[in-house]
């Protein structure tokens, strides 16, 4: 029988298959606990994160807790004894995630690349450096970067659309710069400047002249240090705009510096020597000093492990423990190193990139370069554009693993463009050249069989 129009026109044929459009709010909870049943335990944190339903079915089922027990070698239903409490749990999950971190530099690597900057080239008058995409800070899934074109640059870590633009005073050169949630804090020639992340001009510039060449800069709220030319750091209050304080540090130009919780200043010299003083108090509390007495070109410091990392235009690495003030590894790993990060919480590998663009991985407790990559040579793969509107187009690329017997002036220059800056996320690392481009080494272990993915999971049930 064909059904008619309540108002007597034509027949209304019923479709035959038609499916009943079905959201994921809509799957009930024993399909999404079959699903969630499917996925590693990373995904399985992530959708715990997605809503309110979804965190209150994978706590209800203990997903996580029988996940992470049969993982270690238990049961698929943990005893009474062994289960877990949220802080307990969310500490080995943590733990879990450092080891993964750690585990994804031995596999394989991807390479995403896009134009960042301008292409102009200009020079950082106090270090005769070129500065064209100069230095990179990622956090809270997104990237920061500055460079020669006077403007800084907000990406998101996903989509790599460009999120926000900041520009620079007057055509004053960025030096260095940081950021958080709420702002962003630049280090513009002799004068600090803070712009809000709601898109308002800059709020604060400090009295021209109060900075001698400022040359580095940190900051923890309320404050903000400048390491400058003069051998001093110069300490801000961010909100009077006044120098509360100068701490003389060195006696060469501090290159680069670290603030640590506790409230001291780490700062590095153009004469080799590192300097901790105390941030309140102005006072010196030790000295430390790199053997070859090259320039100090970045610092790094741990808070979970309280080592302290250093490399230097000599190509040097080193680590010191700073509960013992001593040495624990230096090693020549580069012609020269300009950055070195590691993952916030990992106390296992740190990341280390320089002139001759090779990207390394250490071992943070032995110095041992545990892993080493450049670039492959080979076309570009499929170009992605991100954003329509700013006409992003990134590119794919793959990396290639090198060995410690590897020459690397046998790799074309083109393969491994010179390091600048780097910054080190969840088993990912952005890099910026002396070029054009900021580039994305996403690392992965290599897929075994069996693996799920939500989404495709998800989208197979509705559409059953």
């Given at each position: 029988?064909?059904?008619?129009?309540?108002?007597?026109?034509?027949?209304?044929?019923?479709?035959?298959?038609?499916?009943?459009?079905?959201?994921?709010?809509?799957?009930?909870?024993?399909?999404?606990?079959?699903?969630?049943?499917?996925?590693?335990?990373?995904?399985?944190?992530?959708?715990?994160?997605?809503?309110?339903?979804?965190?209150?079915?994978?706590?209800?089922?203990?997903?996580?807790?029988?996940?992470?027990?049969?993982?270690?070698?238990?049961?698929?239903?943990?005893?009474?004894?062994?289960?877990?409490?949220?802080?307990?749990?969310?500490?080995?999950?943590?733990?879990?995630?450092?080891?993964?971190h750690r585990l994804s530099?031995?596999?394989?690597?991807?390479?995403?690349?896009?134009?960042?900057?301008?292409?102009?080239?200009?020079?950082?008058?106090?270090?005769?450096?070129?500065?064209?995409?100069?230095?990179?800070?990622?956090?809270?899934?997104?990237?920061?970067?500055?460079?020669?074109?006077?403007?800084?640059?907000?990406?998101?870590?996903?989509?790599?659309?460009?999120?926000?633009?900041?520009?620079?005073?007057?055509?004053?050169?960025?030096?260095?710069?940081?950021?958080?949630?709420?702002?962003?804090?630049?280090?513009?020639?002799?004068?600090?400047?803070?712009?809000?992340?709601?898109?308002?001009?800059?709020?604060?510039?400090?009295?021209?002249?109060?900075?001698?060449?400022?040359?580095?800069?940190?900051?923890?709220?309320?404050?903000?240090?400048?390491?400058?030319?003069?051998?001093?750091?110069?300490?801000?209050?961010?909100?009077?705009?006044?120098?509360?304080?100068?701490?003389?540090?060195?006696?060469?130009?501090?290159?680069?510096?670290?603030?640590?919780?506790?409230?001291?200043?780490?700062?590095?010299?153009?004469?080799?020597?590192?300097?901790?003083?105390?941030?309140?108090?102005?006072?010196?509390?030790?000295?430390?000093?790199?053997?070859?007495?090259?320039?100090?070109?970045?610092?790094?410091?741990?808070?979970?492990?309280?080592?302290?990392?250093?490399?230097?235009?000599?190509?040097?690495?080193?680590?010191?423990?700073?509960?013992?003030?001593?040495?624990?590894?230096?090693?020549?790993?580069?012609?020269?190193?300009?950055?070195?990060?590691?993952?916030?919480?990992?106390?296992?590998?740190?990341?280390?990139?320089?002139?001759?663009?090779?990207?390394?991985?250490?071992?943070?407790?032995?110095?041992?370069?545990?892993?080493?990559?450049?670039?492959?040579?080979?076309?570009?793969?499929?170009?992605?554009?991100?954003?329509?509107?700013?006409?992003?187009?990134?590119?794919?690329?793959?990396?290639?693993?090198?060995?410690?017997?590897?020459?690397?002036?046998?790799?074309?220059?083109?393969?491994?463009?010179?390091?600048?800056?780097?910054?080190?996320?969840?088993?990912?690392v952005v890099t910026t050249?002396?070029?054009?481009?900021?580039?994305?080494?996403?690392?992965?272990?290599?897929?075994?069989?069996?693996?799920?993915?939500?989404?495709?999971?998800?989208?197979?049930?509705?559409?059953?």
């Amino acid at each position: 029988m064909e059904g008619t129009s309540s108002g007597g026109g034509s027949p209304v044929k019923k479709r035959r298959g038609s499916r009943v459009a079905v959201s994921i709010q809509g799957v009930n909870h024993d399909i999404l606990c079959m699903i969630f049943a499917l996925l590693d335990i990373f995904d399985l944190v992530r959708c715990s994160a997605v809503c309110k339903s979804w965190n209150e079915v994978i706590d209800k089922y203990k997903l996580l807790q029988i996940l992470y027990h049969k993982l270690q070698g238990g049961s698929m239903v943990p005893s009474s004894k062994s289960c877990f409490s949220e802080r307990s749990l969310k500490a080995c999950i943590e733990q879990l995630a450092m080891e993964h971190h750690r585990l994804s530099f031995q596999g394989l690597t991807d390479i995403e690349q896009w134009k960042g900057h301008s292409i102009r080239l200009h020079v950082n008058h106090f270090s005769n450096l070129p500065i064209r995409a100069g230095k990179c800070r990622m956090k809270m899934g997104l990237i920061l970067t500055g460079g020669g074109d006077k403007v800084m640059r907000l990406w998101s870590l996903e989509s790599y659309k460009c999120l926000e633009e900041h520009f620079l005073p007057d055509l004053a050169p960025l030096v260095d710069f940081d950021f958080d949630e709420n702002k962003i804090v630049g280090l513009v020639r002799n004068r600090m400047c803070i712009w809000r992340r709601n898109g308002k001009r800059s709020i604060f510039r400090s009295r021209e002249g109060t900075i001698v060449n400022g040359l580095c800069m940190s900051y923890i709220d309320p404050e903000a240090v400048v390491g400058c030319e003069d051998g001093t750091a110069r300490v801000f209050d961010m909100y009077s705009k006044q120098c509360s304080r100068i701490i003389r540090v060195n006696s060469g130009p501090v290159r680069c510096l670290a603030l640590s919780d506790d409230q001291c200043v780490i700062t590095g010299s153009s004469l080799g020597n590192i300097t901790i003083s105390g941030l309140s108090s102005g006072q010196q509390i030790a000295r430390l000093r790199s053997t070859d007495n090259a320039v100090i070109r970045t610092l790094c410091f741990n808070p979970c492990s309280q080592l302290l990392f250093a490399g230097s235009s000599a190509g040097y690495a080193f680590c010191w423990d700073l509960r013992t003030m001593r040495t624990l590894w230096r090693n020549r790993i580069s012609r020269d190193v300009y950055s070195m990060q590691h993952l916030s919480g990992d106390t296992s590998t740190i990341a280390a990139g320089g002139t001759d663009g090779v990207l390394r991985i250490l071992d943070q407790n032995t110095g041992e370069v545990v892993a080493a990559y450049v670039m492959e040579d080979s076309p570009a793969g499929p170009a992605l554009t991100s954003s329509r509107k700013t006409g992003t187009v990134v590119e794919r690329k793959k990396g290639r693993r090198i060995t410690e017997h590897t020459h690397i002036d046998s790799i074309p220059s083109r393969c491994r463009p010179p390091i600048s800056c780097l910054a080190v996320g969840m088993q990912k690392v952005v890099t910026t050249n002396n070029g054009k481009y900021i580039k994305m080494w996403k690392f992965r272990k290599e897929q075994t069989s069996g693996g799920f993915n939500v989404r495709n999971l998800m989208f197979v049930y509705i559409n059953i």
